[in-house]
């Protein structure tokens, strides 16, 4: 039976009730870990921040994608898509005009 890591199912967002049955320990004991070991600690920010490049590139991989999702709503005369991408970007809000009280500036 293979040996279940604490570390990578609790950065995996297991519960500490979870980690704690498949790891065969008590959750008084995945808490104290949490608490006072150096060891467990860092090799669990470790996994989490693997975790967190790892979402990161799977995301970062489909911005082109979005992007010529968009270009086509756009270009296919959709209105919903063309006013929504204006607005995120502050184009449809009135840009302010700043003070013209000489005290003030």
């Not at 293979?2 to 609790?10: A, C, M, S, T």
């Amino acid at each position: 039976m293979p040996v279940i890591d604490g570390r990578e199912v609790l950065a995996d967002g297991l519960s500490v009730s979870e980690v704690a049955k498949l790891t065969k320990n008590g959750t008084g004991t995945i808490h104290r870990w949490k608490r006072e070991s150096a060891l467990f600690i860092a090799a669990l920010n470790e996994a989490r921040a693997e975790r967190h490049r790892r979402h990161v590139f799977e995301f970062e991989s489909l911005w082109c994608q979005a992007v010529a999702n968009v270009r086509a709503a756009v270009e296919s005369g959709c209105l919903k898509s063309s006013l929504k991408l204006l607005e995120k970007a502050g184009l449809l809000a009135p840009k302010p005009i700043g003070e013209t009280d000489l005290q003030v500036i």
